[in-house]
């Protein structure tokens, strides 16, 4: 009886914070703000093959910073590179009527670590798109750019890649042809990190929905 009110509360717990619905206002420095991943494209295959619960569907990540009464979004953009750009801006071009955007925060025994990786984050601002995912000083992928922001406190780490999509077994066919046309082999198995995993990590909490 006692687990089953553990887990009741846990349950609980889960759904009131995952339904939850934030405002500008309650953002704070070093929140991060995830955006909810599409079936198609680019972004169904990055979460094909990243994805680890059916809560968790992400295919980007960026930064809050929070300056007086203004408040912005750094992030690695794969149209525009690493840029900080205004909290409005940033969710007219990530919200879609399908997708949502979540608000992720470290825990307080972490949060020691935020002053530094925003400082790191403003130092990589400028660097192009990372279109091949493989690790390079020279550009970043979305949540290549958080974790090289945090990387100083190891908040999060580096995992080997995979394409494989769990369905079929087998490297996914959408990967195949991306590396295919870069005249590149699929880097399977390379460190790498991605959104869904940043996600899930033990030292995050989830806030709720964020409405602009």
């Known amino acids: 009886m006692r687990f089953f009110i553990l887990i009741s509360g ?5 759904y009131l914070a995952s339904s939850q619905t934030l405002h500008v206002a309650e953002l704070k420095n070093g929140d991060l ?15 094909r093959v ?7 569907a992400f ?9 007086q009464d203004s408040i912005f979004v750094l992030h690695a953009s794969s149209k525009k590179g690493s840029i900080r750009e205004s909290i ?4 007219q071009t990530q919200k879609t009527a399908d997708n949502k955007v979540m608000v992720y925060r470290l825990k307080d025994s972490f949060q020691y670590a935020i002053p530094a990786a925003l400082l790191s984050a ?6 192009p798109y990372n279109w091949t995912y493989i690790l390079n000083e020279n550009s970043y992928y979305c949540s290549d750019y958080i974790e090289r ?4 406190d190891h908040i999060f780490g580096l995992t080997p890649m995979t394409f494989i999509n769990p369905k079929t077994r087998k490297i996914d066919d959408f990967w195949i042809s991306f590396y295919k046309k870069q005249n590149l082999e699929v ?26």
Do not use: W
């Open 187 to 212: 880097p399977e198995g390379q460190p790498g990190c991605n959104p869904n995993g940043l996600a899930a990590s033990e030292k995050l909490i989830l806030l709720g929905s964020f409405i602009n």
């Open 59 to 67: 295919d980007h990540i960026g930064i809050i910073e929070k300056r």
């Open 33 to 47: 703000i995830f955006v909810g991943a599409e079936k198609d494209n680019l972004s169904g295959a990055i979460n």
């Open 10 to 14: 846990f349950l609980l717990f889960f």
């Open 122 to 127: 403003k130092k990589m601002l400028g660097k």
């Open 50 to 56: 990243t994805q680890k619960t059916d809560s968790i």
């Open 149 to 152: 922001s945090f990387r100083k």
């Open 88 to 91: 409005q801006q940033f969710y």
